[in-house]
């Protein structure tokens, strides 16, 4: 099933796919079906309804209920050093070594290819990562996992393969394959660190909301059309990671550090 799976992926024009269906997502829905189209994808993929500041009849399109930001109160931000960037699942985490990044259990990825850049890679050399797959019921905002400043942003083109566990097994190097935004950072402590929003079969579109400046722990950075994947990278020197797992729930927010 899985060369099958590997196949079929490789093949199908995802990048046009992926386009009509941003185009799709974005287009206009008439007021009056809006409440019930958007409760019954939040039955069907499990997205939460109760947080939600606008009224579901205001949310012009799917693409923008995707985006759909949060009432104030529905993700605190933790004291800590460093918290989770994203709602979503954990694939892989925990500190990395000789620059490569696993992908999942037996099959690793080089971080300068990720990052498109080998100098960067080499300042986080040594650090740790977590990699997190937002499903498309998902909160789809991303957030600074830290204090710092972004010194910038790079788009990096690609190909656009879903992201699901079953596709993450299968596909060598996706996630340096896939298109995607690197931010590059530093903490307020100097170290170096990188939020990477990687692209994803159906994602209507990345927005970058941050590209330089300051950034508060738990500020908006960007935010995705669909579902995807975020990979946080701490460089040496920095905060902890809490231990976790694959397939472990994570929240936006909540502490990644002691």
């Not at 992926?18 to 829905?29: D, E, K, Q, V, Y």
């Not at 170096?192 to 908006?220: L, R």
Request: glycine share 10%; net charge positive; proline share 6%.
């Amino acid at each position: 099933m899985s060369t099958l799976r590997r196949v079929t992926l490789t093949a199908l024009p995802k990048v046009p796919l992926s386009r009509l269906c941003g185009i799709l997502t974005a287009t206009p829905l008439p007021r009056f079906v809006r409440a019930g189209f958007f409760r019954w994808f939040a039955g069907r993929y499990g997205a939460s309804l109760e947080d939600i500041e606008t009224n579901l009849r205001d949310f012009r399109s799917l693409q923008a209920f995707f985006r759909r930001g949060l009432k104030n109160s529905a993700r605190p931000i933790a004291d800590r050093d460093l918290v989770w960037p994203c709602d979503g699942r954990i694939v892989t985490a925990g500190a990395f070594e000789n620059g490569r990044i696993p992908q999942v259990k037996g099959n690793d990825y080089e971080l300068a290819d990720l990052l498109g850049n080998n100098e960067f890679a080499q300042e986080l050399a040594g650090g740790q990562q977590a990699t997190i797959y937002l499903a498309p019921g998902d909160y789809h905002r991303v957030h600074s996992a830290f204090a710092g400043t972004v010194l910038n942003v790079t788009a990096i083109k690609g190909t656009l393969f879903p992201v699901n566990p079953p596709a993450v097994r299968c596909i060598d190097n996706l996630f340096v394959r896939n298109s995607r935004h690197v931010f590059r950072c530093r903490m307020t402590n100097g170290t170096p660190a990188a939020i990477v929003m990687v692209g994803a079969y159906n994602v209507g579109g990345t927005k970058v909301t941050v590209s330089s400046g300051a950034i508060e722990c738990g500020q908006e950075v960007g935010q995705f059309g669909f579902g995807s994947t975020v990979v946080l990278v701490i460089g040496k020197g920095g905060s902890e990671l809490l231990p976790a797992v694959p397939e472990q729930r994570v929240i936006m927010g909540e502490p990644a550090s002691e």
